[in-house]
């Protein structure tokens, strides 16, 4: 557990480790602590969709309230969605993709597209 020790230097962390039994404070960045991935970029103009089809690689998220689902950037279901409707996210690889979809709506809260699977 982490907790914010007083008289600590800006930018520093202070944790304690367990060395041969014993608890110890150290400082840095204990080997337990893990970044969070980022957000994925949310496309937010109908020309930032446009451009990422044009460019043709990565991965498209239209996040609807009654349909969730995941579109190649080549499929040609993105060209006339709209980007204000409906939060749209961008992935860069389907790896990258189904990990976050996965964590945030469960294996079965979102769909790939049938038109461009």
């Known amino acids: 557990m982490l907790r914010i020790a007083p008289n600590v230097q800006k930018g520093t962390v202070v944790f304690r480790r367990r060395i041969n039994g ?14 969070f991935p980022r957000l994925p970029p949310k496309i937010e103009s109908h020309a930032e969709l446009t451009e990422l089809i044009r460019q043709g ?8 309230d009654d349909r969730k689902m995941l579109h190649q950037v080549k499929c040609e279901s993105l060209e006339v969605m709209s980007t204000s409707r409906y939060e749209k996210l961008f992935f860069e690889d389907l790896d990258q993709a189904t990990d976050w979809l996965d964590r945030n709506y469960g294996a079965d809260g979102w769909i790939v597209c049938g038109r461009c699977r």
Do not use: A
């Open 57 to 64: 690689q990565g991965f498209v998220f239209n996040n609807r």
């Open 22 to 35: 014993v608890l110890r404070r150290s400082e840095g960045i204990p080997e337990e602590i893990h970044r």
